[in-house]
């Protein structure tokens, strides 16, 4: 049980598009959804907790317009990135939350 | 605020050998300590976590950590190394009720076995 899937699992788009990723919890409910990015070599830094039904947490120096989060359901919450640049280029990492945190196998954005 | 500090970015051992890898860190609260692992282009998998009881934590496919807070220090080890336990390790930090809250990582060790 606590599986949390991500699609797509990797993504290329062109600069200036936007790009949804989906963070699903398969198998619970979540009320609560954490969104990740992991630069090469480097650790995971929380962008923003999601919570069901209302707006997103963002964490400081993350900008809310550019990365809209959308946490509709109970088993889905969605990241998605407007106007992409190349600097957006990154390896994107859900989790969900039960008594605690279950990760998503993440989904590498490469922006053109 | 929490901080996570992972001495050693690339930690090289022989199949068979000791692993130990090490983390110190830094909180303001009593902490909840955790120890991920991350197979390449894959997420994170929880190998253990300290929430306060016993200071030994036993954890998944052999590994356990010790917390010591005299030390402020939360190592991984296992006795012996496997090919399979190539990987990046992540520690992390948070003040919540077993990590259901937010966390903090340290910047990762990845571990590397040689046969």
């Known amino acids: 049980g606590a599986v949390v899937s991500q699609h797509p699992s990797w993504v290329i788009c062109k600069s200036g598009t936007s790009v949804k990723i989906e963070c699903r919890s398969l198998d619970f409910q979540a009320t609560t959804m954490f969104w990740y990015r992991q630069f090469p070599k480097q650790s995971l830094m929380l962008m923003a907790t999601?919570?069901?039904?209302?707006?997103?947490?963002?964490e400081q120096g993350v900008e809310k317009d550019k990365f809209l989060i959308n946490h509709a359901s109970l088993t889905l919450s969605t990241l998605t990135v407007t106007s992409a640049h190349p600097e957006d280029s990154s390896f994107y990492i859900c989790?969900?939350?039960?008594?605690?945190?279950?990760f998503g196998p993440g989904t590498r954005l490469t922006v053109t | 605020a929490q901080s996570v500090t992972q001495l050693g970015s690339h930690v090289s051992v022989s199949e068979g050998a000791l692993v130990l890898l090490r983390c110190n860190y830094s909180?303001?609260?009593?902490?909840?300590l955790f120890w991920y692992v991350q197979y390449p282009n894959q997420g994170l998998q929880l190998l253990l976590k300290y929430t306060s009881a016993a200071t030994l934590v036993k954890g998944i496919n052999g590994f356990e950590a010790e917390f010591k807070k005299s030390e402020t220090s939360f190592h991984l080890t296992k006795p012996s190394a496997h090919m399979s336990d190539a990987a990046e390790y992540f520690c992390?930090?948070?003040?919540?009720?077993?990590?259901?809250?937010?966390?903090?990582f340290g910047k990762g060790t990845k571990l590397t076995v040689n046969p």
């Open positions: 992390a930090v948070s003040d919540g009720q077993g990590g259901s809250e937010k966390l903090v």
């Open positions: 989790s969900a939350r039960r008594n605690e945190q279950y």
């Open positions: 909180s303001s609260v009593p902490p909840y």
């Open positions: 999601s919570n069901e039904g209302s707006k997103a947490t963002y």
